[in-house]
């Protein structure tokens, strides 16, 4: 992969990969993990930072420390959202509860878009695979029960499919 523009300061380096989305998120366009965006660090040898953080704390300043920690969230659930006022600081237990809410709001949306797309592959497996509660399974993954329906009637993640669907046909 080219490095040109890595000797730019990171912020520069960040601002170069964003797009701004229709609802206003400020997407970033470079590495994903697990749906966040990264970006190697300034610092040789240094681990690679979240962007949404580092955006943050450029903005807004460094995060406090407090206990519990806190942690840069995101309001509109985009992980790779680095817009600043779609940002808040809350510690993991806000994330959680706030993740859970707004399961119910995203039913409407399918396969990649945010709430879906917090599952992973083998996510969904499970799910498809569980005997477990719909219920249940909404509050083990933090998705929306309507979510889990969809899961389970393989509405959608059709790519994972395969043939899966005969022998799941039957326990239904
Ligand atoms: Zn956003």
């Not at 249940?136 to 395969?162: D, P, Q």
Request: hydrophobic share 35%.
């Amino acid at each position: 992969m080219p490095k040109k523009g890595d000797c730019k300061p990171i912020v520069e380096r960040i601002q170069l990969r964003l797009r701004l989305a229709s609802n206003g998120c400020l997407e970033y366009t470079g590495a994903l993990v697990d749906g966040y965006g990264y970006i190697s660090s300034d610092i040789p040898g240094g681990s690679p930072k979240r962007v949404h953080v580092v955006m943050w704390v450029y903005h807004r300043g460094p995060i406090p420390v407090k206990s519990p920690k806190l942690c840069v969230l995101h309001k509109c659930d985009n992980r790779r959202c680095c817009n600043v006022s779609h940002l808040f600081l809350g510690t993991r237990k806000n994330n959680n509860d706030d993740m859970r809410l707004k399961g119910r709001a995203k039913l409407s949306h399918e396969g990649t878009t945010n709430a879906a797309a917090k599952l992973t592959d083998k996510q969904v497996l499970e799910i498809r695979s569980s005997k477990l509660a719909y219920r249940t399974l909404a509050k083990m993954y933090h998705v929306s029960f309507v979510m889990i329906g969809k899961i389970k009637r393989e509405e959608n993640w059709k790519h994972l499919l395969l043939n899966r669907k005969l022998t799941y046909a039957k326990t239904r």
